[in-house]
């Protein structure tokens, strides 16, 4: 289903995945957790 260029830019959703964003969130996750792991923090909620 695709939807017109002008209807994402309004409504600011997309039905497909950005890969962009995800891979950013990713990255995130792995560095909140290293970042945890030198602060000596509890990352058991990060790890699941």
């Not at 939807?3 to 964003?21: F, H, Q, Y």
């Amino acid at each position: 289903m695709a939807l017109p260029l002008a209807k994402i830019v309004t409504e600011g959703r997309s039905p497909m995945a950005d890969l962009g964003t995800t891979f950013i969130l990713l990255s995130g996750h792995d560095d909140l957790d290293a970042m945890g792991r030198v602060l000596d923090e509890d990352v058991r909620e990060i790890e699941g």
